[in-house]
Structures are given as C-alpha cells and as structure tokens.
C-alpha cells in the first residue's frame, strides 16, 4: 500500500504537516513543576454540579503548581448540543468565581495564544493529524455499514467473545487494497477513518493515576474511529490533538473515564505525543430520600445538580465553593481552622488528598456552611449581594430594599461584625423573610404568645412600655427600663429568682422582653432588640406597641 498516496486521496484539501502546528504551539514557557490542566465540557445541557466540581479540581491543581488552567469547549457532538450552551457553562462557572486563565470566555469570545479552544473550530487541525496517520500506515478508511457493524457485534455476542469491537478478523476494511478504497470512494460510498491498533489481546498496559494511583488494564486492541463520516474527529481523537498542542500535562476527569485510558495512551504514542498524566476524581452523589442508599445527582430529580439552582436560590460564591472543597479535598477542613479568613481558592490543593470513592453532596451541610461563611460578611458586602440576587429574582424585594440603601445596610448589619455574629441566612431568597418585619410593605402582625404569658399580662406591659421607652437610651439604660418594667406587673427582674420560686411570679424579664419583642416584629426570634427599635423608630414602635396591646386586649 502506498500510504502516502491513500493519505492524498483521503485528504485532498490538507496542506499542511503536523509540524506546522508543533510552530504555531511551541511548548509552554512555564516554570518547572508547574501543571496545565484544562476543563473540556460539551454544550449539551446547564453546566452540572459536578462539572463544577471539576473545574474547581483543574484551576486549584493549575494555581498551587504555578501552571495555567483553561477552558476548552468539546462541541463535536452537535446532535445533542443545545443553543447556546456555552453561555451556559461560563456563566455558571463565573457565578462561583471559578475563572480559568485561557479559553473560551462566552459565546464566540476567548483569550489565549492556543486556540480556538471550541473543537469545531479546530477540525483542520484534526484532519492534518490525521492524514499524518494515514501516511504512517497508523489509520484507515472504514467503509462498514451501520448493518454491517451490527452483525459483527451479533457474531461476537454468539461467540461468547470476551472483547467486542472493530478489531482483528472483524477489521475486514484494512485489508482493502488502495483501489478498492479508491473504487468506494469514486462510488460515493460513506467512511470514516480507523485508528490502525498495534495492540495485543494477551499484553496490559499500566499507568499512575495521580488519585486512585497504579492502575492496569488490557492493551486497547479495538480500531477505534477517529473520524466521523462527516469529517468531525470523535472525543478520543480530538482529545489528544488537543492536550498535545495546548500543552496540557495533566488530565483531570471524571471516574467513567478510567475505562478509555488505554485506547487513549495508544493514540497519544502513535501520534508521537507525550502522555499525559491522569487524575480520575470521584463522581458526585448524593443519599436518596426514598431508599437510603448512594446514587448520582440526577438532572430530572435533583434541583441541585445544575448549579442554576445555586444562583437562583442565592448561595454566595464563597459558600459553595467552601462547600465543594470540603468534599474534595481531605485537608481543606484542617486547613480552613487554621486559616480563618484566609480566601478558600488560596488552598493549597493536593491531588492525593482526593478520596477515590464518591464524594456525597449534602445540601444540609451547605447549608450549614454557607450559614457560616456569610456570617462573616461585612453588612455592606451582604447589602450588595442581596440587592444584585433581588434585582434578577425579585424585582419588588429589590425596590424595596433598594429605596434606602443606608437603612437595609444597618439592619442587615445587626448582630453583625462581632466575635460571634449570627448564623440566621444561608441564602440570599431567604433574606426577604428574614427582614420583613422592618418594612410596612411586609410586616404581617402575628401577635401568638407562649402558652406562659397571659394576654391580659402582656397587654399591660405594651401599654406600659410604649410610655417609658427612649431611643437616645444607650444600650443598659434601656435594658433597664424593661426591668423596672417587672416588679409593678408581677414579674422579676432576676431569672434565678423566678427559677427558685416560679410561682411567686408571673414570669421574669426575659418574658416582658419576649412579650416586647413580638409586639415589634410579630416574631419570638430576632437578632438584637434594641437595635431593631433602633432602626424601626420612634413612631413605628409606638404604633406597634398599640396594636399588640389592643389585640391582647381582647384576650
């Protein structure tokens, strides 16, 4: 066969040699050690948790070697790509602040000196690869039928066959002569293009994953396509043209891919490319309501798996992606006691700290966490966040707390910017209901009181407080005008005195705070009272107190 004649006759339009790029993408001037890692989804759906989950794995890994992270978009599948999907993976990874430093930026812009990083863009570049094959007698044309190929999996499934695929006895296209494949191709007949495999049924090939370590598998042995028959190169093949020329030196991917390693060492040494080293993270899972057991986040059961829902529900940046680095890394935990304050992408990550077995996503927790790392917010930081949240998911909360901005600062800036704030919010969509009782445009009057406090009681103590209040009070000549407030009522001023004689009393001053506190807010819960009265007036209060006293008045 004269190889270099079939390669003109396949790819008649591809004039340039694989040393024309080997130019246009010298290697990387980068410090030794330092790691290029890169995360390639498809435009096929929202960006998932996990994929997320990924990205975070390649820019952390990138950053602590000095090294680069990019993002490459893999849209060769384009039956299933959905408009404009890459809109939706980069801005749900700029939602959580996950920025890589080369790639695709959004649709149809990207940054970087090795692009285009969308692999639709870059077919020429597949094609030129791949003509270097045919020349090397490493690749072929494969004229099989769809029918054709059915028959070869039934014949291997009758026979018991251990390995199924194109490959061997079944390959029957390589052995066609250069005028059989001309006569097809003259004849309109549809191909694609085969990888010629070297490998050996009886032979492993071993390699060091960087998480789960030593790993052995059987030689690929099957032909695989590396070419479609409309021209667009399968993920196998894309792949390693791609991670060859943009340089990376470490793939990072999910577990499912364990099992294409060794077809995809086989085309990376026939193509005359450095292997990569390999990282296969875990999936992410999560524990079923119905049965208890571990499953995968599913897109049409779980909200959760897209990280819209994220954004939507109002997670800060910073508490999912504290969330997710406890999940991925075994010393992140460690690390954040000792670094408080510290920004979570500062982590030093370590690909070994990665558990090999699924990673279990639990809202409750994020939740906890998030509760947490907003409670360290700045009220100024908090304002701001709530507002851009409200302005794209709740336009009415957004008037309203946006009408003065100094005054919803100061209330959400209660109990806050102290050794030990409060940990009420989780989530942006829950401050609205969290504050409400500070806007006439909310405020819902609930004036239920413990099953230990008579109406009649709490009547006289609104009555009674609403004639002896003063704002210009500091904070313990306040708290004590609600104590003077017991003795004349029947309650106490002291808690262990009503502890040793309950009866003695109707209650204490924790009870007459309770008794004002829901007067004022129509809750039994709130952050610091006298900074609520601080901001609500002298007016509001007044007319709250009344209301409340009227209301129990009537038993």
């Not at 010298?26 to 410090?31: I, K, T, Y």
């Not at 490998?199 to 994953?209: H, L, N, T, V």
């Not at 020329?245 to 060794?262: A, D, K, L, Y």
């Not at 508490?319 to 000792?338: P, Q």
Request: glycine share 8%; with cysteine.
């Amino acid at each position: 066969m004269d190889f270099e004649k079939l390669a003109d006759l396949l790819f008649p339009e591809i004039d340039k040699t694989p040393d024309y790029y080997e130019k246009l993408y010298p290697a990387r001037n980068l410090p030794e050690g330092a790691r290029v890692t890169r995360f390639a989804p498809s435009p096929t759906g929202y960006l998932h948790i996990g994929g997320l989950f990924g990205a975070l794995v390649d820019v952390l890994t990138a950053k602590v070697s000095g090294g680069i992270s990019y993002l490459r978009i893999e849209d060769t599948d384009k039956k299933r790509e959905i408009e404009d999907g890459v809109s939706g993976i980069t801005n749900g990874l700029k939602a959580f602040g996950v920025e890589f430093d080369e790639g695709v930026t959004g649709f149809g812009t990207e940054t970087g000196n090795y692009g285009p990083y969308t692999q639709s863009q870059r077919v020429e570049i597949y094609r030129t690869v791949a003509k270097s094959l045919v020349k090397q007698g490493l690749a072929y044309p494969c004229f099989c039928t769809s029918e054709e190929l059915d028959s070869i999996r039934e014949e291997q499934e009758a026979g018991g066959a251990d390995i199924r695929g194109y490959f061997g006895k079944w390959a029957k296209c390589r052995s066609l002569s250069y005028e059989e494949i001309e006569k097809n191709i003259a004849g309109g007949k549809s191909w694609v293009l085969r990888f010629c495999s070297d490998g050996s049924e009886d032979k492993r090939i071993a390699f060091e994953d960087m998480i789960r370590g030593k790993i052995e598998m059987p030689e690929n042995i099957i032909d695989e396509v590396l070419l479609k028959s409309d021209g667009i190169p399968t993920y196998h093949f894309a792949h390693c043209c791609d991670d060859h020329f943009m340089g990376t030196t470490h793939v990072i991917r999910g577990e499912e891919w364990i099992s294409s390693v060794p077809k995809h060492i086989a085309l990376f040494r026939a193509c005359g490319y450095r292997v990569p080293k390999y990282a296969h993270t875990p999936q992410v899972l999560k524990l079923d309501d119905e049965t208890g057991d571990k499953r995968k986040l599913s897109k049409r059961k779980d909200p959760e798996a897209a990280v819209s829902y994220f954004v939507e529900e109002g997670f800060p940046k910073e508490s999912l992606i504290e969330y997710l680095l406890t999940i991925i890394s075994s010393g992140f935990e460690d690390w954040r006691r000792a670094n408080p304050g510290v920004p979570a992408m500062d982590y030093p990550f370590n690909l070994k700290k990665m558990s090999s077995s699924g990673c279990l996503f639990d809202l409750v927790k994020l939740t906890d966490v998030s509760k947490n790392v907003i409670s360290l917010m700045k009220a100024d930081k908090v304002y701001a966040c709530v507002a851009q949240w409200a302005q794209s998911y709740n336009k009415d909360f957004y008037a309203v707390l946006c009408a003065d901005p100094a005054r919803s600062a100061a209330i959400l800036n209660i109990d806050r910017e102290n050794p030990k704030p409060r940990k009420d919010i989780a989530k942006w969509s829950e401050v609205k209901d969290y504050i409400s009782y500070f806007f006439p445009e909310y405020y819902e009057s609930d004036f239920t009181l413990p099953e230990n406090i008579n109406p009649a009681d709490a009547a006289a103590i609104a009555e009674k407080y609403a004639g002896v209040f003063d704002l210009n009070d500091d904070k313990d000549t306040w708290f004590s005008r609600i104590k003077d407030l017991c003795a004349p009522l029947g309650f106490t001023p002291n808690v262990k005195e009503y502890k040793a004689d309950p009866s003695a009393f109707k209650g204490h001053v924790g009870d007459v705070s309770t008794v004002i506190r829901i007067a004022l807010t129509s809750r039994k819960n709130t952050p610091d009272l006298y900074s609520i009265m601080s901001i609500l007036g002298t007016d509001e209060i007044k007319a709250r107190l009344a209301c409340a006293a009227a209301c129990w008045a009537k038993g």
